[in-house]
């Protein structure tokens, strides 16, 4: 099972740190993906990381702003928001999967979302 948290409300231009964790099993078989989405818009892909951490991706939007790492020791996958926009404002979530594919359709475990508002 997976566990989003660190959502909050933030002012423009300022940080949150995400973290995505795990029960019930290791995370470092899974691929990790965290996606987001904003009140009447579908699903969109954010970032995620490979297996071992080696492999990133993130979406053009978040690019240079947002870094997704790993800590397979605390079971743990992070996702620190920098520079952080009104257009940020979305529930996250974090998901498991097998291919490092960005796309909500290629995760097949999902956690309950955090929720991300931020102000202009």
């Known amino acids: 099972q997976l566990q989003a948290s660190g959502g909050g409300l933030v002012q423009a231009g300022g940080s949150l740190r995400l973290s995505c964790a795990a029960s019930g099993g290791t995370l470092d078989r899974y691929v990790i993906g965290w996606f987001r989405q904003a009140q009447g818009k579908e699903r969109e892909g954010v970032s995620l990381?490979?297996?071992?951490?080696?492999?990133?991706d993130y979406t053009d939007s978040v690019q240079g702003r947002f870094t997704i790492s790993r800590d397979n020791a605390k079971n743990t996958v992070y996702l620190q928001m920098n520079s952080l926009k009104p257009e940020d404002t979305a529930v996250y979530y974090c998901a498991a999967g097998l291919s490092p594919i960005l796309r909500f359709e290629v995760f097949g475990y999902w956690g309950q979302g955090t929720q991300v508002t931020v102000s202009s």
């Open positions: 990381i490979s297996r071992r951490g080696g492999n990133t």
